[in-house]
């Protein structure tokens, strides 16, 4: 039976997630179909009715639909509820399942590294959607401190209530400065970028990478972005002797979790990683 699958959105045209998804059916032989959909917002209702009556198997979302489709689920599974975002959603029937892979992803990134979170120190630049999530999964799951560095440094702080409420543990907040920075990441494990900053097709740049001087030796540097591969604050992380990862694991992981949830079956990771990244790269 042939396996329908979708990626909706509003801009849709520039997702890697078809070249993820149709690598990985492929590679199982299946015979499918995977759709990308411009979806605008408030469209959602009308997608639905398609998915239902097309028979999806399920769809995975992008802005501006994140938190707009919670609503209109029937079960959110702990990540996406805790998040409060949901990037995956199964279609069972009539009912839809709604979940949250970013995070899972993104820790599966770090820790093929040989990075483990519990019991260390990070410290994430942004608060924005992404860096939320990881700041919230950090706090919920063990790491012994959190540190969030932001632009608008009020952001931060909501974020921080919002994770002191949710976990009962208290992260710091600042404004994000090179000062600062180099401030907070002198015990930091990891210091982790989750600003565009560096971002091809972004024009604003880190004005310094000055605080790499105060990093601590032997930390692990993480940047979201996945293009360019290697960031000026990577290749500046690099070339001063530390370790770095960036954003393409984390892509590539929060779309095989998601496929695990299509086909509720355990996938072989690293050979599909394999070979998704040579598609992507
Ligand atoms: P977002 O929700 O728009 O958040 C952007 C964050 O960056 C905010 O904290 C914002 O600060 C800050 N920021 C934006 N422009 C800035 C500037 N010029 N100077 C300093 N700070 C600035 O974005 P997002 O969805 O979280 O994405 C953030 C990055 O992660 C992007 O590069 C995205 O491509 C990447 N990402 C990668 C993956 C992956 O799978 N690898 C997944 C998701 C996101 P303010 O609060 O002050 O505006």
């Known amino acids: 039976m042939k396996i329908k699958l979708a990626v909706i959105g509003d801009p849709i045209s520039h997702s890697l997630s078809p070249v993820i998804h149709t690598t990985v059916l492929e590679n199982l032989g299946i015979d499918y179909e995977y759709e990308k959909v411009r979806v605008e917002k408030g469209g959602l209702e009308r997608f639905l009715k398609y998915a239902k009556d097309a028979n999806l198997r399920g769809f995975n979302l992008t802005m501006p639909h994140k938190v707009d489709i919670i ?33 899972d992803g993104y820790i599966r990134s770090v820790e093929e590294k040989g990075f483990f979170f519990k019991g260390k120190k990070a410290v994430i630049l942004g608060a924005g959607g992404a860096a939320s999530t990881i700041a919230l999964k950090l706090a919920a799951e063990g790491a012994e401190a959190v540190t969030v560095l932001n632009r608008t440094a009020a952001a931060a702080v909501v974020l921080a209530e919002r994770i002191y409420s949710q976990t009962a543990k208290r992260i710091l907040t600042d404004s994000l400065t090179a000062e600062s920075i180099a401030e907070h990441c002198k015990d930091c494990d990891i210091l982790i970028n989750g600003t565009p900053l560096g ?46 990862v960036n954003g393409l694991g984390m892509l590539i992981y929060q779309g095989l979790i998601a496929d695990e949830i299509f086909l509720d079956r355990k996938l072989d990771f690293p050979e599909l990683k394999e070979k998704i990244a040579q598609k992507l790269i």
């Open 71 to 103: 609503p209109f689920l029937d079960e959110i599974d702990e990540e996406a509820k805790r998040y409060n975002s949901v990037n995956t959603v199964k279609i069972d029937g009539e009912r839809l399942l709604g979940y949250n892979t970013d995070a």
């Open 199 to 244: 971002m091809e097709g972004v024009s604003a740049r880190f004005e310094s990478f000055s605080f790499f001087d105060s990093l601590k030796k032997g930390a692990l540097v993480s940047d979201f972005i996945y293009k360019p591969q290697m960031t000026d604050f990577l290749k500046n992380a690099d070339s001063r002797g530390f370790k770095t």
